[in-house]
């Protein structure tokens, strides 16, 4: 709760009091897309990944938790439900168990999915994903060669994670499944090195699916792209996103690696009551009003948008999915 007395000490007094007499946003009927962070252990150590800066306790969300959370979300609209967080996912040992039971409870349209550097990822685990109902895997790989990829992911074993993804198409097929989709994405970041067109033309027989980004600072992470100054407009992310940590805690987004702005704990609250409750909507206003100065997190954030890529286009009633396409297009080009 660090941040939420920071900034209730902070909030205008406008804020302040149209939370506590108005009404309250019911943003659970907003949210598109939920983060479940199971673990935020990782074996690896990845130049782009703010992991190695984390100061905050290590852990692995236990099954009783998770549980909660789902039952509790399991009516909303979500479209997308990632188990990822600031961790390799594989190293829950209850992962394959927490996709089963996340699979039965939420409707068949929401998407289970979690990212993975791969290195864990053997056929049998893989063949426990399918039949967990793992709608898809979004695997990490962001080189072609072997120099590189101890560069990138600061662990010397390319060939391996190669082996691990190159089969998992075919063991598809044997089973005669779709599903987990494979999606890989290409970096665009310094350290790589390497052009898209080439990643891909390397990763493509062994992926249904790319899945590019570009690299950004996770807040005060890293230092990839410049933060944009004058007028800003919110990222969107809270309007559409929830996303609780390991332990329970209820944040901000994924950006907020270090747990810094934290809204309540979901062992002694609801996750409803969390997002209905002063901080979090006063978040909410201080993005729909941008006044960024008065949440530091975000004021310093690289995902804010500027005000010449939000002229550009109007977003307002475009599905999430494609509203995040066109500003990841936008934003591509202006970085
Ligand atoms: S501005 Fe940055 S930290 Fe704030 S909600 Fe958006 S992505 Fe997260």
Redesign the pocket.
């Known amino acids: 709760m660090k941040l939420t007395e920071e900034q209730l000490a902070n909030l205008e007094e406008g804020i302040r009091f149209d939370i506590n007499y108005g009404e309250r946003r019911d943003i659970t009927k907003e949210i598109r897309i939920f983060l479940i962070e199971t673990t935020n252990y990782c074996n690896f150590n990845c130049c782009f990944c703010p992991y190695e800066k984390m100061k905050r306790k290590k852990g692995t969300m236990d099954f009783k938790l998770f549980k909660k959370i789902i039952d509790e979300i399991k009516e909303w609209n979500i479209e997308d439900l990632s188990l990822t967080g600031i961790g390799e996912p594989l190293l829950d040992p209850k992962i394959t168990e927490k996709v089963k039971y996340a699979r039965e409870k939420m409707p068949k349209e929401c998407i289970i999915e979690f990212n993975t550097n791969a290195s864990l990822l053997t056929k049998e685990k893989f063949i426990s994903l399918i039949e967990a109902g793992l709608d898809e895997l979004r695997i990490s790989a962001f080189t072609t060669n072997y120099e590189n990829y101890k560069k990138i992911h600061g662990f010397n074993n390319f060939n391996k994670v190669k082996d691990n993804i190159k089969n998992l198409k075919e063991i598809k097929k044997s089973l005669g499944v779709k599903n987990p989709i494979i999606s890989m994405g290409f970096f665009n970041f310094p350290e790589s090195q390497e052009t898209r067109n080439d990643w891909f033309r390397y990763w493509q027989p062994y992926m249904d699916k790319e899945d590019s980004w570009e690299a950004h600072n996770f ?1 005060d992470g890293k230092n990839y792209k410049q933060v944009p100054k004058g007028k800003r407009f ?2 969107g ?2 309007f559409i996103m929830g996303d609780i940590l390991w332990n329970g805690d209820v944040c ?5 690696y270090e747990g810094k ?1 934290v809204y309540g704990n979901v062992r002694n609250k609801s996750v409803k009551e969390i997002m209905l409750s002063l901080p979090y909507q006063s978040m909410l206003k201080i ?1 729909k009003e941008r006044k ?1 100065e008065l ?1 530091p ?2 004021d310093n ?1 690289d ?2 948008i500027p005000n010449n890529l939000r002229n550009k286009i109007t977003i307002k009633r475009i599905p999430y999915k494609i509203r995040h396409q066109i500003l990841k297009i936008l934003k591509w080009k202006h970085s």
């Open positions: 807040s919110s990222c992310r809270p901000i987004c994924c950006a907020d702005a993005h960024f949440l997190i975000c954030c995902q804010l």
